[in-house]
């Protein structure tokens, strides 16, 4: 068994190596489809089909991690994920394109909460009475570094690598071939180096075994998402992040548009806001241990909200600026929402995690990762048409006051002691009663 200080520096390592991957894929991708002769019908098709993937497969392989552990699932995605890369590489047909995203999406849903709960599993295995905040802000500083080096050096490459436009290999497709030796090297990682704590349940011997304690575990982390009242308070503030990040990434970019007069200086700026955002998030996550030494859990993650709103509020209200102020107001507002809710994801980690249990803490990470995209789904609806029919600085407005009124859920978040459960969700049929948290 490693000890917590070595399981925290590995879950830097693996948190960096998991979002590396798709920063480099991130500036090129929609371009290098379009070069391969996809028009935007195909390039829609192909981001919805990821979407649609990752999406119906967030719980079921939550799941999955939960009952044959972490390790495993984290290599077998590693090793979709390059497949999935060396596709998008090479790909020139739809159907091709669509095989690609397809694999994408099933290594995305597997590495969804996977290395946090590996992390947490073996540290609570090393020392029952360590910290957590320390290292999960260290690794989703790590990841949030990782997708602003990797967008900068993806977009970047295409430009210096002295291959041909027409050939078989395109400037365009190198980022995706860097991405598959990242997702290499975090399957080499995987194996060696990420040993799984001793568990408590028995790990299926066989397909029916797994086939039967999945679909349980994921039933008891649903019963426990939903009928825990602080699950339940943080759930919900999650949606809100995801209600105004969809706020965020749809409005700006249209913002910028407004404020240049051209597409291509719009993009540049807008690339430059989406850089700042993620250093920015890496800021915050490294502030966040500082200041819940110094205030509770509850009130650093309620700050962070605070400043998230104040960021998205500030951008509505600047709705009226023009020229190089109003592009200097945006990305500031863009940098500032960031560092908020890079305040508030480690803390509000550690309080999720000290209401479950390792045999259903990935499930419950995929349940936390749907409630993140649900908010983006109602925002999609609700601030698409707020924006249309009235101005885009409106949706600023409603996701705005959104954050402040998650901010106010933590403050108000009363958290009671949480009751141990050695005999968790076992594998091989329904969760028993002792396993559930007392509801406050």
Same mark, same amino acid.
């Given at each position: 068994?490693?000890?917590?200080?070595?399981?925290?520096?590995?879950?830097?390592?693996?948190?960096?190596?998991?979002?590396?991957?798709?920063?480099?894929?991130?500036?090129?991708?929609?371009?290098?489809?379009?070069?391969?002769?996809?028009?935007?019908?195909?390039?829609?098709?192909?981001?919805?089909?990821?979407?649609?993937?990752?999406?119906?497969?967030?719980?079921?392989?939550?799941?999955?991690?939960?009952?044959?552990?972490?390790?495993?699932?984290?290599?077998?995605?590693?090793?979709?994920?390059?497949?999935?890369?060396?596709?998008?590489?090479?790909?020139?047909? &739809? /159907?091709?394109?669509?095989?690609?995203?397809?694999?994408?999406?099933?290594?995305?849903?597997?590495?969804?909460?996977?290395?946090?709960? /590996?992390?947490?599993?073996?540290?609570?295995?090393?020392?029952?009475?360590?910290?957590?905040?320390?290292?999960?802000?260290?690794?989703?500083?790590?990841?949030?570094?990782?997708?602003?080096?990797?967008?900068?050096?993806?977009?970047?490459?295409?430009?210096?690598?002295?291959?041909?436009?027409?050939?078989?290999?395109?400037?365009?497709?190198?980022?995706?071939?860097?991405?598959?030796?990242?997702?290499?090297?975090?399957?080499?990682?995987?194996?060696?180096?990420?040993?799984?704590?001793?568990?408590?349940?028995?790990?299926?011997?066989?397909?029916?075994?797994?086939?039967?304690?999945?679909?349980? &575990?994921?039933?008891?982390?649903?019963?426990?998402?939903?009928?825990?009242?602080?699950?339940?308070?943080?759930?919900?503030?999650?949606?809100?992040?995801?209600?105004?990040?969809?706020?965020?990434? &749809?409005?700006?970019?249209?913002?910028?548009?407004?404020?240049?007069?051209?597409?291509?200086?719009?993009?540049?700026?807008?690339?430059?806001?989406? &850089?700042?955002?993620?250093?920015?998030?890496?800021?915050?996550?490294?502030?966040?241990?500082?200041?819940?030494?110094?205030?509770?859990?509850?009130?650093?993650?309620?700050?962070?909200?605070?400043?998230?709103?104040?960021?998205?509020?500030?951008?509505?209200?600047?709705?009226?600026?023009?020229?190089?102020?109003?592009?200097?107001?945006?990305?500031?507002?863009?940098?500032?929402?960031?560092?908020?809710?890079?305040?508030?994801?480690?803390?509000?980690?550690?309080?999720?995690?000290?209401?479950?249990?390792?045999?259903?803490?990935?499930?419950?990470?995929?349940?936390?990762?749907?409630?993140?995209?649900?908010?983006?789904?109602?925002?999609?609806?609700?601030?698409?048409?707020?924006?249309?029919?009235?101005?885009?600085?409106?949706?600023? /407005?409603?996701?705005?006051?959104?954050?402040?009124?998650?901010?106010?859920?933590?403050?108000?978040?009363?958290?009671?002691?949480?009751?141990?459960?050695?005999?968790?969700?076992?594998?091989?049929?329904?969760?028993?009663?002792?396993?559930?948290?007392?509801?406050?």
């Amino acid at each position: 068994m490693i000890t917590a200080t070595a399981a925290r520096r590995r879950f830097v390592a693996v948190s960096a190596l998991l979002w590396l991957a798709p920063g480099l894929q991130m500036a090129t991708m929609v371009l290098l489809l379009a070069a391969r002769g996809a028009d935007i019908a195909t390039i829609s098709l192909v981001m919805v089909t990821h979407g649609v993937v990752v999406t119906a497969l967030e719980l079921p392989t939550g799941g999955v991690s939960d009952v044959i552990g972490r390790r495993g699932v984290i290599a077998a995605s590693a090793l979709l994920g390059a497949l999935s890369a060396i596709g998008l590489a090479f790909a020139t047909a &739809t /159907w091709l394109f669509l095989t690609a995203v397809v694999l994408k999406g099933v290594a995305r849903a597997l590495s969804s909460g996977s290395a946090e709960a /590996w992390y947490v599993d073996t540290v609570r295995a090393a020392d029952a009475t360590a910290s957590l905040r320390q290292g999960l802000s260290q690794g989703h500083a790590a990841g949030s570094v990782a997708l602003a080096v990797g967008t900068v050096i993806g977009g970047a490459i295409p430009f210096l690598v002295p291959l041909p436009d027409d050939g078989f290999l395109v400037p365009l497709a190198v980022p995706m071939l860097l991405a598959a030796a990242v997702s290499l090297t975090l399957l080499v990682v995987a194996v060696t180096a990420m040993p799984e704590p001793p568990r408590t349940e028995p790990t299926p011997v066989g397909w029916k075994d797994l086939l039967r304690g999945v679909p349980a &575990t994921v039933a008891h982390g649903l019963q426990l998402g939903l009928g825990d009242s602080v699950l339940r308070r943080l759930l919900l503030t999650v949606a809100v992040s995801g209600l105004a990040l969809y706020a965020v990434e &749809t409005f700006t970019p249209l913002r910028m548009a407004d404020l240049t007069d051209d597409a291509t200086t719009a993009g540049l700026a807008y690339g430059v806001a989406t &850089t700042v955002g993620f250093a920015a998030s890496a800021l915050g996550s490294t502030l966040s241990p500082w200041l819940a030494d110094r205030l509770s859990l509850q009130a650093t993650a309620a700050v962070g909200a605070a400043i998230a709103a104040l960021s998205m509020l500030g951008l509505a209200a600047s709705g009226g600026l023009s020229g190089a102020a109003g592009i200097a107001i945006a990305v500031g507002a863009y940098a500032g929402l960031f560092i908020g809710l890079g305040i508030v994801s480690p803390v509000r980690s550690e309080l999720l995690h000290d209401r479950i249990s390792s045999s259903e803490r990935a499930t419950i990470l995929s349940v936390d990762s749907l409630a993140l995209q649900g908010g983006g789904v109602v925002g999609a609806f609700s601030l698409a048409y707020l924006a249309s029919s009235v101005a885009p600085t409106a949706a600023w /407005w409603v996701a705005g006051g959104a954050l402040l009124a998650a901010a106010g859920v933590y403050l108000a978040l009363r958290v009671p002691t949480r009751v141990p459960s050695p005999a968790a969700c076992p594998t091989t049929g329904p969760p028993r009663p002792e396993a559930t948290l007392r509801q406050p």
